[in-house]
């Protein structure tokens, strides 16, 4: 059934307002459908690319996505959220539940959708772990922080090369600005 996740906290010592919150179900949720109340558009969760594990961003504000993010949640998985202000919530609706084909990585009888935003994608690689920042254009978003940017979560793994941009004192992995 629906799931609500309230009692989200904005205060915190090391990391202010992210929280750790997992997929309820046994099968992928789309973000999109998620109901947030004082919760930022991004999610950041941990996947193993290649050597080491890296942190995958997705940002519903722009649909911008680092290092293969994607709105769709895995199943069981847990991820981060950041609340924007005092106490935040979020609710689940059990009709967001999704399938997701693990064979293809696009579905193949569909061509993708003409994503006429200019878009930069930064990757550094050591040949073995890589990591990704994405800056890109959007009508609605401001030059200043605002939702279509997504702060920059750290591996703390030498192994891992980093990449990111930075906006004033904000590291970014995602950088949405106007035209």
């Known amino acids: 059934g ?25 099968s992928y949720m789309s973000w999109y459908g998620a ?3 004082n919760v930022g ?21 722009g649909g ?9 949640i895995p199943p069981m998985q847990a991820f981060w959220i950041k609340v924007t202000s005092g106490s935040g919530s979020i609710v689940f ?9 693990q064979s293809v990585s696009t579905n193949r009888l569909k061509s993708p959708a003409e994503d006429t ?23 609605n978003a401001q030059n200043s922080y605002d939702t279509y940017d997504s702060n920059k979560m750290f591996n703390n793994n030498a192994a891992v090369p980093v990449s990111y941009t930075v906006l004033g004192a ?10």
């Open 117 to 139: 935003r200019k878009i930069l994608r930064l990757e550094v690689s050591n040949g073995i772990n890589k990591d990704e920042a994405l800056i890109y254009a959007d009508v």
């Open 64 to 72: 911008g996505a680092t290092n293969g993010g994607t709105n769709l």
């Open 41 to 61: 558009t991004t999610i950041w969760y941990k996947s193993k690319n290649t050597g080491s594990y890296v942190f995958q961003t997705y940002n519903s504000a």
């Open 35 to 37: 109901s947030a109340t």
């Open 170 to 179: 904000e590291k970014l992995a995602i950088y949405g600005f106007n035209n």
């Open 93 to 101: 609706d059990v009709n967001d539940r999704s399938h997701n084909d």
């Open 2 to 26: 629906d799931q609500t996740i309230a009692g989200l906290t904005s205060c915190g010592a090391t990391f202010t307002g992210f929280n750790l919150v997992g997929n309820p179900y046994p």
